[in-house]
């Protein structure tokens, strides 16, 4: 007869690199951004650009600048009793993060640099996959950090509960979404290829699926609600579904209209 032998894996996974003993998550996370980028620039070229280079320039400042805000803010405000009473309030701001804020800071960030300068053209389009790529990569670092990390679930029964660190089997919620934004980018794709969208409407899209999915993800984390039973990052989540509540009541505005 044979034996599988299954050895546990030790939350948080750390990377050997010569004398450096690295977190896997600093690493993905650097190569998320990294890759992302550099993915970004190689579908500018391949694809053209309708944004001017200057303003393309601030429209990544403006983002970049909005989703380190936002990000930071959302994630302490995803504990408020412990923003309350720490030490150090800023520190504490610094040392969370989400990225549900990164993307709703850095869409005010873009959006607040577009009217500054006068760009009328919707800059989100090209950043949507390499966005979704970097993400990915991301997650499998939230992923490696087990409990460790805000970024796991609720136990459960169900027969893929994982042992992230602390004996009890829960939802892999990093893995779930890995799957749900590698489902999205396909799901996009198909509909660019068989609809032909108005600019922006790919980013758009991205954003009410990414948002929807959180809100309903969120109720399988562990982590601190308010009164009427949501967190502040379904709140968040709830905010920007009602920014795109217009395309969302009419998703006909993402077509192009054909004049025959």
Do not use: K
């Given at each position: 007869m044979y034996k599988i032998i299954s050895y546990p894996?030790?939350?948080?996974?750390?990377?050997?690199?010569?004398s450096?003993?690295?977190?896997?998550?600093?690493?993905?996370?650097?190569?998320?951004?990294?890759?992302?980028?550099?993915?970004?620039?190689?579908?500018?070229?391949?694809?053209?650009?309708?944004?001017?280079?200057?303003?393309?320039?601030?429209?990544?400042i403006g983002a970049t600048f909005g989703a380190l805000l936002g990000s930071r803010l959302l994630g302490a405000l995803e504990n408020p009793p412990g923003l309350l009473h720490a030490d150090n309030p800023l520190l504490y701001i610094y040392q969370n993060k989400t990225i549900v804020g990164g993307l709703l800071g850095g869409l005010i960030g873009v959006e607040t640099v577009k009217k500054a300068v006068g760009e009328r053209q919707s800059t989100g389009?090209?950043?949507?996959?390499?966005?979704?790529?970097?993400?990915?990569?991301?997650?499998?670092?939230?992923?490696?950090?087990?409990?460790?990390?805000?970024?796991?679930?609720?136990?459960?029964?169900?027969?893929?509960?994982?042992?992230?660190?602390?004996?009890?089997?829960?939802h892999p919620v990093s893995l779930y979404e890995i799957v749900f934004l590698l489902l999205l980018w396909q799901l996009l794709r198909m509909i660019s290829r068989r609809y032909a969208l108005v600019s922006g409407a790919r980013?758009?899209?991205?954003?009410?699926?990414?948002l929807l999915f959180r809100f309903t993800?969120?109720?399988i984390k562990p982590g601190y609600r308010f009164g009427f039973g949501l967190g502040s990052i379904q709140l968040a989540c709830l905010a920007g579904l009602i920014y795109y509540a217009p395309v969302i009541i009419s998703p006909s505005r993402l077509i192009e209209k054909q004049y025959a």
């Open positions: 894996v030790v939350y948080p996974v750390y990377v050997s690199v010569g450096l003993h690295l977190p896997l998550h600093a690493i993905t996370e650097t190569l998320g951004m990294f890759i992302g980028f550099r993915y970004f620039l190689f579908l500018r070229r391949r694809q053209g650009d309708r944004v001017d280079s200057n303003n393309r320039i601030w429209s990544i389009d090209l950043f949507t996959y390499p966005l979704i790529l970097a993400m990915m990569i991301g997650r499998i670092g939230c992923f490696s950090m087990g409990v460790y990390e805000e970024t796991y679930g609720v136990s459960t029964t169900l027969p893929w509960g994982m042992n992230l660190g602390d004996g009890l089997l829960r980013f758009q899209l991205f954003m009410i699926g990414y993800l969120d109720f």
